[in-house]
């Protein structure tokens, strides 16, 4: 998928909602936990319930590796299942990865030809020969850790470069500019850092940004959007917790649509406003 | 497994060789190809061939995932079977791992809950609540990313703190000490930087490293010795295809043998000439 074609995606569904399926075994409404596979049935029944509002998908590594092989089987199922029912979804696999050259490599692999991912979230800490590899896949995008949502956030990424001044969340976000392009490179940064928005915006104006930590972590949907909308949208703001866990109970589905539903019109109203609809 | 009892092997063997299990299907020789479980059997033989010279295996995740769910299957199988047979070596996950702090729980249930590895390496840019998690496992260590073998380590590895003048592999040597001891906290430093090892055992004298690099990646045993070890040994030395692809015919179990035989015979003089055995 190129930046245009998810661009289109966002005005058809009046929305930039990624709902990120992290999908705990223990948190699973009870009756599912019966079915053969309850991580995908309760993947199966949010996608179904949210699809209208969601431009994009976000399994979350941890929460299937957790669960062993047998977690694998549930993702792979779940990402065939919005491949083959919902083409049009961006799937992102949220899985922080990064190695050296060859390794990476196979990482790309994994999750590009073994999978059907259209991105994957990587960390930077290992420079240009760790990322480049997920790059050489048409129409498929790295996401790189700049600025994330936590506070651990703060032990490194706001180290100033004694040389340039820049903080290593900036240095990260120039230097990795070299490395792709705004059609095959997006950018992790954290809502509970919405303040730095228009710093970023102003070092990355056309790249797409992931941002994670609406909701449950703290941040305003509303200062994300005002700090960082371009004139392609260029957001992608994920909810994990606040939409899949909306209830625990059988009418878990259905309230994650209200949830899924509010979001997207409060973003709607936010598109509008920024004239992008 | 604690620092004491893994020196105490390392005597006894007289080696501090980790092999890597970096199990490539394309690089298996043709006769496994035939059995029901190529990763699995070629894993299983370099293990019975090599284990009476090695202290340490790493499996690298990549190798695994990019056969996806299978590729796991083959990963569990080959953890099995080392912590059945030989239960006294240890065990890392390789997979430079790092999420947000609940997120970091899962990898952690992952690695230390659902398998049994020992370690897990674990990459810093997300800080302290990214890397704890896993130190909450008694007996289970963190090895931390610090200074890496390849080249994109000088992207952003080296950059020098505005305050501290500290360059950010020593930056996160320092902070990430106060996290953990040198109980359950080790660091990866690339043989390829093997003479920066003097400046990095001034910051952590009684650390565990991780050492990758040596051979097809160019580092010298030697001088990785003279610089790294430590009076509990400290060093971890990482062979990788030097040692499982020392030959891609139906005898490389026998040639992967004699490459481990002759590492740990080199590393049995170093021993000595330090004092250590």
């Keep these: 998928m190129n930046q245009q074609q998810l661009f289109e995606e966002i005005q058809k569904k009046r929305s930039f909602l990624c709902v990120g399926l992290d999908t705990d075994i223990q948190k699973i409404p009870p009756h599912l936990l019966e079915t053969s596979d309850p991580v995908f049935s309760f993947n199966k029944e949010i996608i179904d319930a949210t699809a209208e509002f969601s431009v994009a998908y976000k399994p979350n590594l941890a929460f299937y590796e ?65 990322v480049k590899p997920f790059m050489t896949y048409p129409g498929k995008w790295v ?6 949502s936590n506070k651990g956030a703060f032990d490194f990424q706001f180290i100033e470069d004694r040389e340039t001044g820049d903080k290593l969340f900036e240095t990260v976000l120039k230097k990795s500019q070299q490395w792709g392009s705004e059609e095959n490179l997006m950018y992790v940064v954290g809502a509970t850092k919405a303040e730095k928005l228009k710093e970023i915006r102003a070092i990355v104006p056309n790249h797409f ?68 609809i």
Tied chains: 1, 2.
């Design 66 to 130: 957790s669960l062993g092989s047998k977690g694998l089987v549930s993702l792979e199922k779940t990402v065939a299942y919005i491949k083959e029912n919902y083409p049009e979804i961006f799937l992102i696999a949220d899985a922080k990865r990064g190695d050296i050259g060859n390794t990476s490599n196979l990482y790309a692999r994994a999750f590009f030809g073994e999978q059907d991912f259209d991105a994957v979230t990587v960390a930077p800490y290992m420079g240009e020969d760790s």
């Design 143 to 148: 996401i790189l850790l700049a600025l994330t």
């Design 209 to 276: 940004l992931l941002v994670p930590g609406v909701g449950a972590q703290g941040g305003s949907l509303q200062e994300v959007a005002h700090n960082g909308l371009n004139s392609k949208c260029g957001l992608l703001v994920n909810s994990s917790r606040g939409i899949i866990y909306a209830s625990g109970e059988v009418d878990f589905a259905e309230k994650a649509k209200e949830a899924a539903r509010e979001v997207q019109q409060e973003m709607e109203a936010l598109l509008q406003e920024a004239g992008l």
